[in-house]
């Protein structure tokens, strides 16, 4: 037998119980042909010696705006400690930009600036030109004078209060230049979407960052019309950059909510397209729903107020009747769902309106999914694991954006945001997400916060636990658990080469590992060796 492949000398962990390890991995038409003496007397049209390194499945993040990221990657950055020198980098790319040219930035967090950027710093900034700055989290903007011109309000007090959104005001009414959640539609309708070009071009951007941090697959959560998408020719701009060889990974795209419409008697896209349409480098997935909003941004919609903030709860970004009725009509129409839900209040519609549309409908194996799921409950975890909903938390949240939640929850509420390890526990599998580009999206970084949080009681999360999340969790998600997630015959033919062996280095030093290939259906997208 004549295989495509053959990977030797190397240190596998597969994830496979009944081969846990293996030193030799074979691959024919992008699937694994076998491993270890299962390959003897075969040969290959290539043969790659891995030196004795480590390889581990690929990695699969659950929850990654891979072309938002390529985005960022094309603008100017203000993941900045100070607003002074956010406001620099303003005036700086202002400068080299010709005149009435938009400044678009992203990355800034107000937790560690101190307070938002301002509408009239920004004129001043800016010399007078439209600026849009992204929040790290995506779910707020702040935007300059003569950008609220553009979108229609030369007159500053006409700009208008937005359902689902909030417009920031000055003590004489006029906005600040802060859009949060729904509010940002006042920008983007003027931004979104990008030139077909160009929007695959920060895809290829994208694609290979994360092919170098070892990602072989991920769920883009959000394409088409809605607050995480671009627009309407998102999904040919996909398939147009894995024609061209530019999209390295195996993707799986959620369409945005306000996609789906009434097809006949059924709901969703056009040609009755739904969830699981595709094939094993890019497919349709669940649909992207949001509830709430951020909680670093204290708009997600909590049961109580928040800290130091009296009567201020966040909000839903629609109606609780209006989220009930779309998860009942997409989940009779044989959608798999996944709701963004940060806060406990959004949660708790969330969950009662996906118990509603399983009484109704009952549909065993649909793993509607709560993206995010930051603040729980003991009774809501419980509830989770009767529902069987997947959620979709962050574990590279709790470093980059943690001070912010803990001043948003105080110390004693806290304790019940991202509770990974009470959903490991509880049953659930859990998936690896980093919702990139709002904070880094490498796997390794996800993996080495997970395994050094502890639980209250102390309880570590393992490395194995961590690695098993952002592999065969991930693909559990979305139900590719049968192809991917370990290494075993029959499988994709993805996985990772790393610098140590990531289940036998000290925890505290997972963050510098480094990944030296990448693998994806048997051939290297990513070489350092």
């Known amino acids: 037998m004549r295989l495509d492949t053959l990977f030797v000398n190397g240190r596998f962990t597969t994830l496979d119980a009944g081969r846990p390890a293996a030193t030799r991995l074979g691959v024919l038409g992008g699937r694994i042909a076998g491993l270890d003496e299962e390959l003897d007397g075969v040969t290959a049209d290539e043969v790659v010696d891995l030196r004795g390194a480590p390889a581990v499945p690929g990695f699969n993040d659950a929850h990654h705006h891979l072309s938002l990221r390529g985005q960022r990657l094309r603008e100017l950055d203000l993941r900045v400690s100070d607003l002074d020198e956010l406001y620099a980098r303003v005036a700086a790319r202002a400068a080299a930009l010709p005149g009435g040219a938009w400044v678009r930035g992203s990355g800034y967090d107000q937790n560690k600036l101190g307070a938002h950027p301002a509408r ?22 702040v935007a300059s004078t003569a950008a ?8 500053l007090e006409e700009v208008p209060d937005v359902p689902g959104g909030s417009v920031g005001r000055d003590e004489r009414g006029l906005p600040d230049g802060l859009l949060a959640e729904q509010a940002q539609n006042l920008a983007h309708r003027l931004l979104r979407p990008l030139a077909h070009e160009e929007f695959v071009e920060g895809i290829a951007l994208a694609s290979a960052a994360a092919a170098a941090e070892g990602l072989t697959s991920f769920t883009e959560p ?24 530019l999209l390295a990974q195996r993707a799986t795209l959620m369409p945005g909510s306000p996609n789906l419409h009434a097809v006949d008697a ?6 009755g397209v739904r969830s699981g349409l595709g094939d094993e480098w890019l497919r349709v997935g669940p649909v992207k729903l949001f509830s709430d909003g951020s909680l670093v941004g204290r708009t997600a919609a909590m049961c109580h107020d928040y800290e130091g903030d009296p009567g201020n709860r966040g909000f839903l970004q629609e109606e609780a009747a209006a989220l009930r009725a779309f998860i009942l009509r997409a989940h009779a129409s044989g959608w798999q769902i996944a709701t963004h839900a940060i806060g406990d209040a959004a949660i708790d519609v969330v969950l009662d309106a996906y118990a509603e549309a399983q009484a109704r409908h009952p549909r065993p194996g649909a793993r509607h999914r709560v993206e995010h799921c930051a603040v729980t409950s003991d009774a809501q975890v419980a509830r989770i694991v009767a529902l069987g909903v997947i ?11 943690g001070d912010g939640m803990l001043a948003a929850l105080g110390p004693e509420r806290a304790r019940g945001c991202y509770r990974q390890r009470s959903f490991l526990e509880a049953g659930i599998v859990l998936p690896g997400s980093s919702d990139c580009p709002v904070v880094a999206g490498a796997p390794l970084l996800g993996i080495h916060d997970l395994v050094n949080r502890t639980t209250a009681s102390g309880v570590p999360f393992g490395p194995d636990e961590a690695l098993r999340a952002y592999t065969a969790g991930s693909a559990y998600a979305v139900h590719e658990e049968h192809i991917k997630g370990t290494l075993s015959r029959g499988r994709l033919a993805d996985f990772a080469v790393l610098s140590d062996d990531l289940l036998a280095v000290g925890p505290e030093t997972i963050k510098d590992l480094t990944v030296t290939a990448t693998v994806v259906g048997g051939r290297l997208v990513h070489d350092r060796r």
């Open 120 to 141: 009239e710093a920004l004129d001043r900034a800016a010399g007078g030109r439209p600026v849009w700055l992204q929040h790290t989290s995506g779910h707020m903007g």
């Open 148 to 155: 609220f011109a553009l979108m229609g309000f030369p007159a």
């Open 222 to 245: 959000g394409v088409g019309a809605g607050l995480a998408g671009n627009g309407p020719w998102d999904l040919a701009c996909f398939q147009d950059a894995a024609r061209r060889g």
């Open 266 to 271: 059924e709901f969703g896209l056009d040609l």
């Open 391 to 401: 959620p979709v938390p962050q574990g590279r949240f709790i470093s980059e954006l």
